[in-house]
């Protein structure tokens, strides 16, 4: 059964940095894509913000590239997330899940960005 932990998340002024961690448990994490999602406030729908593809590639949503990079350790089963220049507007719980077949969501870690 695929679980998903994510950790890294905190406090921090605008302009810092973070560094966001996804474990997987299950098998298949090697061969699939995944991502980082965010949902703010409690109840909306999740926005998928960061994807890594198998062969490597990302694709980032508008509002966070040049600012967030994700990235993968297959042999660790764990998916990154460098979060550098965050934003007040980055404040959210983040999650990671992959994208083709969502499956039950972690607990999330929060992100709270002060100005």
């Known amino acids: 059964q695929v679980r998903l932990v994510e950790s890294g998340g905190g406090l921090v002024q605008a302009g810092g940095s973070l560094r966001l961690s996804c474990a997987a448990s299950?098998?298949?994490?090697?061969?699939?894509?995944i991502g980082w999602y965010r949902q703010t406030p409690p109840g909306n729908q999740r926005e998928l913000v960061a994807?890594?593809?198998?062969?490597?590639?990302?694709d980032y949503t508008d509002s966070v590239k040049g600012r967030l990079v994700i990235s993968r350790d297959n042999g660790k089963k764990t998916v990154y997330l460098q979060m550098n220049s965050l934003k007040p507007e980055d404040t959210a719980v983040y999650y990671c899940?992959?994208?083709?077949?969502?499956?039950?969501w972690g607990q999330g870690t929060q992100v709270t960005v002060s100005a």
């Open positions: 299950g098998s298949g994490f090697s061969i699939r894509r």
């Open positions: 899940n992959y994208p083709l077949q969502v499956g039950s």
């Open positions: 994807t890594i593809y198998v062969s490597g590639r990302t």
